[in-house]
């Protein structure tokens, strides 16, 4: 397959003349969304009511969506399912290794990984309170952390600070020989670069779809259980509708036999349908196509930047193997730089203590793009444009 970028942009509702360097934090809108979720709101909610559960699929979409999100990060079927956020599923999944894995107390991961994950591991590890230890190190050396005190690998493939990717299959497999089991983030890789979780090994994966995946603000996240633990691992939180046969409504907990213990309760049925309009964007595309644009526009946006702004320092790998799909350069007055961006309609987002990230999705992304939005930066910093109060003024979300 080759893939039509200029068709996939046609899929996308984004404000005429915006650089929308931002997917990777909140995906744009696809124009199929707005008309999905408003029939799902008007012909299922509003004229099926209950009844939808059943004849208009929502209690299957779980599992119906988790298989559309499957094949995006080569995960077999039936491996995937979806609800909650990911800070809930990043708890799920690092709970089920550790009972999977008694003997060990170490939970690994490194100094890059979104703070959700390290709170959410710290605070499973103090309420189990059985020794547990949250063990962290810096990311290139997490290979060599990896011993025989290990039960879980808690990372996140690609750095949402500065973009730098993990080996997936290289770290699985040492995680393995090491009697560990390895739990995947994949907040910055689903949609965004080629995953093979089957191929390499992976025992539990999570990610959310409101970034490369473009379902909108609380979508849903997905959690991935390989096929060899779905039957056996404790799901943590023990839902009615991770159980077995939840209209039974069984005094005790029974999970069910597959990925469908990790669900907890209700799933988020509106955003489900966002999603859902949200995936048929890929269905015409290739990840593989989807990288190697990446790569391109992420090469042109560094030289471009590079050569025209000597006081911006690059954080992200030039080495393709080690890159996600983001860039990031450093500045001390990162965070005035990155509002002076914005309001030159080139939106990006700031990291504290001093990131400028820019997100690069070719599914609505060009090099025409690519170039005008280092432009705009070049002349930001050539000017001192940035320095003016009201671009240091910090907003709530940056
Ligand atoms: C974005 C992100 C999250 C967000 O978690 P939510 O529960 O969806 O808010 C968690 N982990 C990583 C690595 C992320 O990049």
């Known amino acids: ?6 068709a996939t942009r046609a899929l996308f509702d984004i404000p005429e003349g915006l650089i929308y360097l931002d997917g990777n934090s909140l995906g744009p809108l696809p ?10 709101m008007q012909a299922e909610w509003g004229q099926m009511l209950i009844t939808a559960w059943n004849n208009a699929g929502w209690m299957e979409q779980p599992a119906r969506l988790g298989d559309r999100v499957a094949r995006l990060i080569g995960a077999e079927p ?3 399912t979806l609800g909650d956020t990911l800070s809930i599923k990043v708890f799920q999944a690092v709970s089920a ?3 999977a894995r008694p003997e060990r107390k170490v939970i690994l991961s490194d100094n890059g990984n979104f703070p959700t994950d390290l709170y959410m591991a710290q605070g499973l590890a103090d309420l189990l309170a059985t020794g547990h230890e949250l063990r962290i190190v810096a990311p290139e050396a997490v290979e060599e952390a990896i011993d025989e005190t290990i039960a879980v690998t808690m990372l996140t493939e690609v750095d949402y600070r500065t973009g730098r990717k993990h080996d997936m299959k290289r770290l699985t497999a040492k995680a393995h020989a090491a009697g560990a089991l390895a739990f995947w983030d994949l907040a910055h890789s689903a949609g965004a670069v080629p995953v093979a979780l089957a191929e390499c090994g992976a025992d539990f994966a999570a990610g959310c779809t409101y970034k490369y995946l473009n379902a909108g603000p609380g979508a849903p996240a997905f959690i991935y259980v390989a096929p060899r633990h779905a039957a056996t691992v404790q799901p943590a939180l023990c839902g009615w509708l991770g159980h077995d ?3 039974a409504f069984e005094q005790g907990y029974r999970p ?5 213990r990790m669900r907890v309760g209700t799933p988020p049925v509106l955003q489900m349908a966002a999603l859902d309009a949200a995936l048929d964007v890929w269905d015409s595309v290739d990840m593989a196509d989807i990288r190697k644009q990446s790569l391109a526009l992420t090469d042109r946006f560094i030289a471009e930047v590079e050569a025209a702004c000597p006081d911006l320092t690059l954080v992200t790998p030039r080495d393709h193997a080690s890159r996600g799909s983001q860039v990031s350069f450093a500045h001390p007055e990162g965070y005035a730089i990155m509002q002076a961006l914005i309001a030159r309609g080139v939106i990006g987002d700031f990291r504290a203590p001093d990131i400028l990230r820019f997100g690069f999705t070719p599914l609505y992304i060009g090099m025409d793009e690519v170039e005008r939005a280092a432009a705009i930066l070049a002349e930001i910093m050539a000017t001192r444009a940035w320095d003016r109060p009201e671009f240091h003024a910090r907003a709530r979300v940056t």
């Open 97 to 99: 290794a550790l009972q």
């Open 256 to 260: 069910a036999p597959s990925t469908e």
């Open 78 to 80: 039936g491996s995937v």
């Open 1 to 6: 397959m080759q893939t039509d970028f200029t």
């Open 31 to 40: 124009r199929a969304v707005p008309g999905r979720v408003a029939q799902a």
């Open 245 to 247: 046969a939840p209209f």
